[in-house]
């Protein structure tokens, strides 16, 4: 079945740094999503992709729906406390009433101690 | 707007016991999904109705697992017999087309002992 790569799997971030992580598939997907989930919550979207080579903006986040369609980014500029948690990148193939998400294992970000 | 209710938040049972979980979607999203999150995993799709019909329950153990939409409104999803190995939080989302809208709900912890 289909697979997400999702690197790095954990990082620690001081306040004010910029973040990077990325998604890699084995098969093509026709969206990508970024989703973030805090302990004890549901994931909650933050950018959604549609287009291969779509760079899209969400305040502080970037997320970029590679050429190939096989893979995405995600940038989170300027760190602050409450972006700890964890993200996780989703693709999506859809046709008709289709639309089931495949979730890579997560990306968590902890502040550095 | 209402977001997607799950209840109960937590259940601890025992291996062979039964237990049910309930979601009510967002109203008027016809498609509704259950997914299992396994701690340290993302989510995996285990079934998705559109309305009241099973569009996709490849993924479903169905041996043991079942789930329900009678009215196209809320649904449920039952172990029965459970397993250690069902331990996982069980996220229920909805959207208004299968493709766009996905919003997830809380989730509901269930460990097996």
């Known amino acids: 079945g289909q697979q997400l790569n999702q690197s790095p799997q954990s990082m620690f971030i001081q306040e004010g740094e910029d973040v990077s992580m990325n998604c890699t598939s084995s098969s093509i997907f026709n969206t990508w999503l970024w989703y973030k989930q805090d302990p004890g919550e549901g994931p909650v979207l933050l950018i959604a992709?549609?287009?291969?080579?779509e760079l899209t903006s969400n305040g502080r986040l970037t997320a970029q729906f590679g050429i190939t369609r096989k893979d995405s980014f995600l940038n989170i500029s300027a760190s602050i406390p409450s972006d700890v948690g964890i993200y996780f990148c989703a693709g999506m193939n859809y046709g008709g009433s289709q639309g089931n998400l495949i979730f890579g294992k997560g990306t968590k970000l902890s502040v550095k101690p | 707007e209402a977001g997607v209710a799950q209840s109960p938040r937590y259940k601890i049972i025992e291996k062979r016991q039964s237990v049910a979980f309930w979601c009510n979607p967002i109203s008027g999203h016809a498609t509704l999904y259950w997914y299992q999150q396994i701690l340290g995993q993302g989510p995996k799709l285990l079934i998705q109705?559109?309305?009241?019909?099973?569009?996709?329950d490849s993924q479903l153990p169905k041996d043991r697992f079942s789930a329900e939409r009678l009215k196209g409104v809320d649904s449920t999803l039952k172990i029965q017999p459970a397993k250690l190995e069902d331990s996982a939080v069980y996220l229920c989302a909805s959207s208004p087309r299968g493709a766009d809208g996905y919003t997830f709900g809380s989730g509901t912890r269930l460990t097996v002992v």
């Open positions: 992709l549609y287009k291969a080579g």
């Open positions: 109705f559109q309305n009241n019909g099973v569009v996709d």
